[in-house]
């Protein structure tokens, strides 16, 4: 084969695998052309293409939706990599060169993780490297999962208490769980608080699709308790102020406190679990060197308690919270 046709054939080569790798993550012929600015018939060109030198069967086709054969989730596996790296290649080479100054960093997070566990290390990646765009999307729960999955956003930082198959967590930083009330609630100055007592109250809580309420109607049904929520609310500086207005009492994580609210504060750890707060990836993604940069910053800020995190998640003592929170 001439030395031209080599290249030719290498080219298209890369480019039937970008768009193969792109329709087996999204599930979709033409989800995949939006994604790397090709026509929806193109894409299924190069797809097709690449089934026959290979001799096989990629996808199995079912209406507008295509799902990847055994065959084909093999070859994803060798391929996304591949891809992943060419697709990389200018940036991966300029860290090895030691200069970070061009790119983007997406970052899924959810509200509370944006306002308490992100500012300094935003602060320091910013102050490093002006030359990345870095992007911070709000998003919670299945959300935040979805984005990573569908390669929209190159890491999450959040909670999870189990981690799906196809993504990896490594805590970063932990808090604990605590009962807040308005300054003058008879609750609020008792060294020791019970279930049964806090049961008396009404809780304000965050929606009940989030963990903090499952979580929370899991404890009080192990202990035989019943409790009632006089107020469901989005966001724990928004649960703060209704519980300083006096409207009802929280149990919230301490993570959120600055201690300079008007609140009373008791402990709950004997009752509910801790919950960490780290880096949650899609498992096998090529890692951009600014996506690692942030993981060497986000470890600075949190050295003491990552290494906490750490050694209780190798002795199996670490709580985990269900689905990317705020």
């Not at 999962?145 to 930082?157: C, G, P, T």
């Not at 107020?231 to 201690?259: N, P, Q």
Request: net charge negative; hydrophobic share 40%; proline share 5%.
């Amino acid at each position: 084969m001439a030395a031209s046709q080599q290249i030719h054939y290498k080219q298209n080569r890369l480019k039937q695998l970008r768009a193969f790798c792109h329709a087996a993550r999204t599930g979709s012929v033409s989800a995949a052309a939006e994604k790397i600015f090709l026509s929806q018939p193109t894409v299924s060109l190069q797809i097709q293409a690449l089934e026959r030198e290979l001799d096989t069967v990629l996808f199995e086709r079912r209406g507008p939706k295509i799902r990847l054969t055994p065959e084909g989730e093999l070859l994803y596996e060798l391929a996304q990599p591949l891809v992943e790296g060419m697709d990389k290649l200018h940036e991966t080479f300029s860290v090895q060169c030691g200069r970070i100054d061009q790119g983007t960093l997406d970052i899924a997070a959810g509200e509370s993780t944006i306002l308490y566990i992100l500012p300094e290390p935003v602060r320091r990646f910013v102050d490093q490297y002006p030359g990345i765009e870095l992007r911070l999307h709000n998003v919670t729960g299945r959300d935040g999962l979805a984005m990573l999955r569908a390669d929209e956003v190159d890491l999450a930082v959040g909670s999870l208490m189990e981690v799906p198959d196809d993504v990896t967590y490594r805590p970063v930083v932990t808090y604990g769980p605590v009962l807040i009330t308005p300054q003058d609630h008879p609750l609020a100055n008792k060294r020791d608080v019970t279930l049964a007592e806090i049961a008396e109250y009404g809780l304000i809580l965050p929606p009940r699709h989030l963990s903090t309420w499952r979580m929370v109607d899991l404890v009080f049904r192990q202990h035989n308790l019943s409790y009632k929520v006089t107020l469901e609310a989005g966001g724990w500086e928004v649960i703060k102020k209704y519980v300083e207005l006096g409207l009802g009492i929280s149990i919230v994580t301490d993570v959120c406190l600055t201690g300079k609210e008007a609140l009373g504060r008791v402990p709950l750890e004997q009752y509910f679990p801790r919950r960490s707060y780290g880096i949650v990836l899609r498992r096998g993604k090529f890692l951009s060197a600014q996506t690692k940069k942030f993981q060497e910053i986000l470890d600075q800020v949190y050295p003491e308690a990552a290494a906490h995190v750490a050694r209780q998640q190798r002795s199996g003592d670490v709580d985990w919270e269900d689905g990317l929170l705020g």
